[in-house]
């Protein structure tokens, strides 16, 4: 299968623990989230213009870090037009962002970026309740998928 988003043809980095039993790739990571982003899960400045089709708009930062809690590495960020950061993971020499696909065509440069930390994305109150909203949907989609 030929996936959209950046970096996936090398996104083949294992997780950190077994937390989620069929998470076994980043891949499998955006297959499952593919089916649970929605407007609720998106920054709310983004979010009249969310819409099934651009799924991974608005995202980024509650994606990565939740990237970085299932396959550890680090989470980086491009620097955008008004101040904000795209969050996405690097592991080892494997960097992908699950969420690129919502830039269309525009190309992200994903080298000499700042790292990002989620003591500073969360002190932003709603993204970390988005965050703590895209994890249970994710346990909750794990758990529904064993029975």
Request: glycine share 6%; proline share 3%.
């Amino acid at each position: 299968m030929k996936y959209k988003f950046y970096g996936w043809e090398t996104a083949t980095v294992q997780p950190i623990n077994n937390t989620y039993q069929s998470i076994h790739s980043p891949r499998d990571l955006y297959d499952i989230l593919s089916k649970i982003w929605c407007a609720n899960t998106c920054a709310p400045r983004m979010r009249n213009n969310w819409t099934p089709d651009n799924k991974t708009l608005g995202q980024c930062s509650i994606t990565a870090f939740l990237v970085q809690d299932i396959f550890g590495g680090k989470v980086y960020g491009i620097l955008r037009d008004g101040g904000n950061y795209h969050c996405y993971n690097v592991i080892g020499n494997c960097v992908f962002d699950l969420t690129s696909e919502q830039f269309g065509n525009e190309k992200l440069v994903y080298e000499n970026n700042p790292e990002q930390f989620r003591d500073v994305h969360f002190a932003k109150e709603e993204k970390r309740l988005r965050y703590e909203f895209l994890k249970k949907a994710l346990a909750e989609h794990m758990k529904h998928e064993v029975q």
